[in-house]
Nanobody
Framework: QVQLVESGGGLVQAGGSLRLSCAAS????????MGWFRQTPGKERDFVAA????????TYTDSVKGRFTISRDNAKNTVYLQGNSLQPEDTAVYYC?????????????????WGQGTQVTVSS
């Protein structure tokens, strides 16, 4: 199994910024696409952003375009999600996920491995 560990969540005021990190184990990270999803209580887990194995291709859900940036450092086996101008509606548990087939997709079923999540709370 591949282990993914998210970090960097916390409490931030509206308009503030956070940088989430996801550290991956094993030698498969550099050949996998990575995604970020988020979930609030009682709701479905929603797609946020994805990045291909090399970092050359990225995609975002409309609500975070221009505010969030996904990136990766394959030498560190780490993917990042930078969130700026955070809004209360960004409050959620954020999960990173890995797709061993290197697809860049917005559906949960695409991804093979998931982290435990990190809480982001944006206060008004």
């Amino acid at each position: 199994q591949v282990q993914l560990v998210e970090s960097g969540g916390g409490l931030v005021q509206a308009g503030g910024s956070l940088r989430l990190s996801c550290a991956a184990s094993g030698r498969t990270f550099s050949s996998s696409s990575m995604g970020w999803f988020r979930q609030t209580p009682g709701k479905e887990r929603d797609f946020v952003a994805a990045i291909n194995y090399s970092g050359r291709i990225t995609t975002y859900t409309d609500s975070v375009k221009g505010r969030f940036t996904i990136s990766r450092d394959n030498a560190k086996n780490t993917v990042y999600l930078q969130g700026n101008s955070l809004q209360p509606e960004d409050t959620a548990v954020y999960y990173c996920a890995a797709d061993m087939a290197n697809r860049v997709a917005d559906t949960e079923g695409t991804y093979d491995y998931w982290g435990q999540g990190t809480q982001v709370t944006v206060s008004s």
